[in-house]
């Protein structure tokens, strides 16, 4: 049965606030983040010319170990995320393969770790046999998720190989929906097998000899939900994914498995019991954002409102099974996205137009993934090009939109280990747990690194912060990349490419204690060295 569209849009629409339920408890901060009074924080604040603040830093506090797959991404066969977008054959702006070398460049930008594919919606119809073998000879399908033509021209061995290109690790999502187990467990042999058998023996005759060695694999997408093929209970789905699990693992013990996270911690608990033995990660799913500037920034607490969550459930769960080692949480989905909700006619092409605003709520989430570093140790942005993207593509080039900066910075300067940071700053009024400032501090394995994430979300003012910092000698010198633009409203476009980007200056006056000023509505990232 086909389920119509509108059926997850109106969840989206109507039932996001429900289904992920922060707006209904308090905020619990994961570092000593100290804020102004309710009282306080209803004294309107965007005529003050300035607020002060207060970071502090102490080495000796520190979080954890950051994974590098939670700047991973996502590509799904929808609109023109594939094809036109990092795979367009007969372009002269494609290399031999078929891939665009331009959007190529710039995903190398982001530094990805990790590539998810196929979906998304679109893996719960896919039939991976489809997408192998010479491209002439494969069937063209009609894709029942996002009403439309599936060619199979990009498949399994052209991901591979668009991963390697890129630099990035493959994590696959089997098909729950229409497919079975022996189909996901065949799909693991195509991919890692080494011996002589009939799946990896057709990888080798496709030309690839070699294993592909994917190593993370997720069972199913958005299970729970009726906009989704196979949609199941969470008693059906985790009995259905631990038969999957186990085939998929006979083939390859190796691999690491991500369960299908739901929208309540009902779900969630209930899966986790059954699947807490065999998965390595739980999904999160978070969508964002509002053309109102408090809303859309408060949106960051309920993401960091999730993550506290499904990390108490599985706490809740880890006590009750033998698994040495704790699942984690995989927010491999997460993005703005609502005004291309309502234009799915339009061949459901959902391309975002991001502005400044969406720009701090991405480096606001990546602060969260730090913060969250214990649990949260993957995360896919959703998704790579033209599709609720950072990339934006047409037949003559690119341009990059506002949030592929801070996605740029975290990536390429964030240390491994994040650092507890303590942040006082007033709040928007009327929302007591969303500050102005939102921090998060790192290094690196020898502690002769500090890296600053600071991003003000004040709509109109400057904030200057009291920086202290205990247990590492700075230098007093370093360097300060700040992405900003005229106005939060501020957007790249083909027509006016540049007017967010990242502007990079010499840092100096550091120091034990030291003051530094942050624009309004901006992003900054101060790396200081010991």
């Not at 209904?24 to 994961?30: G, M, N």
């Not at 059906?236 to 699990?245: G, M, R, S, T, V």
């Not at 939102?438 to 002769?448: E, K, L, R, W, Y």
Request: net charge negative; proline share 5%; glycine share 8%.
């Amino acid at each position: 049965m086909t389920i119509k569209l509108p059926a997850r849009r109106n969840f989206l629409k109507d039932g996001m606030a429900a289904a992920l339920g922060a707006a209904a408890f308090p905020l619990i901060s994961s570092s000593p983040l100290a804020t102004k009074s309710a009282t306080a924080a209803k004294t309107p604040q965007a005529s003050a010319p300035s607020a002060s603040a207060r970071i502090k830093i102490d080495f000796d506090r520190q979080i954890g170990k950051i994974d590098r797959n939670i700047y991973g991404n996502f590509i799904e066969h929808l609109g023109r995320c594939i094809y036109g977008g990092i795979y367009e054959e007969g372009s002269p702006l494609s290399d031999s393969d078929g891939f665009r070398k331009d959007v190529l460049e710039a995903a190398r930008g982001l530094h990805i770790p990790l590539l998810r594919w196929p979906g998304g919606n679109f893996s719960s119809g896919y039939n991976w046999r489809d997408g192998i073998g010479p491209k002439d000879s494969r069937p063209r399908r009609w894709d029942t998720a996002w009403q439309a033509e599936e060619s199979n021209r990009f498949g399994t061995d052209e991901f591979i190989q668009y991963c390697r290109k890129l630099g990035a690790g493959p994590y696959i999502t089997v098909n729950m929906g229409t497919g079975t187990m022996q189909d996901a467990a065949d799909w693991v042999e195509y991919c890692n097998g080494t011996m002589n058998t009939a799946w990896a023996n057709l990888r080798r005759k496709n030309g690839h000899p070699e294993p592909y060695n994917v190593k993370y694999w997720g069972l199913g997408n958005e299970i729970y939900g009726s906009w989704q093929a196979g949609h199941k209970t969470a008693t059906a789905y985790a009995d259905l994914a631990l038969e999957f699990a186990k085939m998929m693992q006979w083939v390859d013990p190796t691999i690491k498995l991500v369960a299908c996270g739901g929208n309540n911690a009902d779900w969630d608990r209930e899966v986790l019991e059954r699947l807490a033995d065999v998965v390595d990660y739980i999904s999160l799913h978070h969508y964002g954002g509002s053309m109102d500037t408090p809303k859309e920034i408060h949106d960051a607490s309920k993401l960091e409102h999730e993550v506290h969550v499904l990390d108490a459930v599985i706490t809740s769960v880890a006590g009750k099974n033998e698994k040495k080692e704790r699942v984690k949480i995989a927010a491999d989905e997460w993005n703005i996205w609502f005004r291309s909700w309502f234009k799915r006619g339009d061949d459901h092409k959902l391309e975002e137009i991001y502005n400044l605003r969406d720009a701090l709520w991405a480096a606001s989430a990546l602060n969260i993934f730090h913060r969250n570093c214990r649990s949260v140790q993957m995360a896919d942005l959703a998704q790579l090009v033209n599709v609720i993207a950072p990339i934006m593509a047409n037949p003559t080039g690119i341009v990059l939109q506002t949030i592929y900066f801070p996605l740029q910075l975290y990536a390429q300067h964030s240390g491994n280990i994040a650092l507890d940071t303590f942040v006082r700053s007033d709040t928007f009024p009327d929302i007591p747990d969303t500050p102005y400032l939102d921090v998060s501090a790192t290094t690196d394995d020898n502690g002769q690194k500090l890296t600053l994430s600071v991003v003000n979300r004040h709509p109109t003012s400057d904030l200057t912060a009291d920086i202290s910092i205990e247990g590492f000698k700075l230098q007093a010198t370093g360097d300060l990349y700040e992405v900003n633009g005229p106005s939060l409203d501020s957007t790249n476009t083909f027509a006016e490419p540049k007017n967010v980007g990242v502007k990079r200056s010499q840092f100096s006056g550091a120091g034990p204690s030291f003051h530094q000023t942050f624009p309004a509505h901006s992003l900054t990232v101060l790396t200081l060295k010991s």
